[in-house]
């Protein structure tokens, strides 16, 4: 028979909804307590990201948060050198009715609205609120790997965003003329914007 935590944990596994930037992994089938979340941004600083969480959920649960670290070394004003995430609903604001499912939208939610307000790792926050793009080049910088401030930080980036911008490259000039014309009559205001300029993010 299940310990009462799996059982509920099971039940939130089922009514996951996850985002299309989120995946999980279960590198055990038989050991539904530990798991992994990845989380790859499609915008914002750390858009082509491949970030990995645990999940371990002890025998309190849902009384009790599950233990979430961040695998990958990110430098981020609410993630520390050490993994550990500054999440409010991890913490004191985390109550029985909540579920994996708020974790994971609160986790993604880090990526696209890092909070300078709360950190754990203040040279990160101090950078994002005082010089945005010194911070911009900073993360990018720790996604392609190597060091920063005596810092070493693994390559994290996904494959696809060189061969997104491989593809760029090789997009006929044809194409790319006719899409910039349209934009510059868009922001003059002689023409509707068509909907692919709206979705067209690649140019």
């Keep these: 028979m299940l310990p009462i935590n799996a059982s509920i944990l099971?039940?939130?596994i089922n009514d996951l909804e996850l985002p299309k930037t989120c995946s999980t992994e279960f590198p055990d089938v038989n050991?539904?307590?530990n798991f992994r979340l990845v989380i790859s941004p499609d915008e914002g600083f750390y858009r082509g990201g491949k970030f990995t969480f645990s999940f371990k959920i002890g025998p309190n649960y849902p009384h009790e948060p599950p233990k979430v670290k961040c695998t990958n070394k990110v430098y981020h004003p609410n993630i520390d050198l050490e993994g550990n995430v500054c999440l409010n609903i991890l913490r004191e604001d985390w109550k029985p009715v909540l579920?994996?499912?708020?974790i994971v939208y609160g986790l993604q939610y880090l990526f696209l609205e890092p909070n300078p307000e709360d950190p754990?790792?203040?040279e990160a926050a101090h950078e994002l609120?005082?010089?945005k793009r010194?911070?911009?080049q900073n993360v990018?910088?720790?996604m392609r790997g190597g060091s920063l401030n005596g810092v070493y930080y693994e390559k994290c980036l996904k494959?696809?965003?060189?061969n997104r911008q491989k593809k760029k490259k090789q997009q006929p000039k044809s194409d790319y003329f006719n899409w910039n014309c349209r934009r510059l009559l868009q922001l003059l205001n002689f023409v509707p914007p068509p909907s692919s300029i709206e979705t067209n993010t690649n140019l």
């Design 10 to 12: 099971i039940l939130d």
């Design 134 to 136: 010194l911070f911009e």
């Design 140 to 142: 990018h910088r720790t």
């Design 159 to 162: 494959n696809w965003i060189w």
């Design 99 to 102: 579920t994996v499912n708020a």
């Design 120 to 122: 754990l790792n203040k």
């Design 31 to 33: 050991d539904l307590l």
């Design 129 to 131: 609120q005082n010089n």
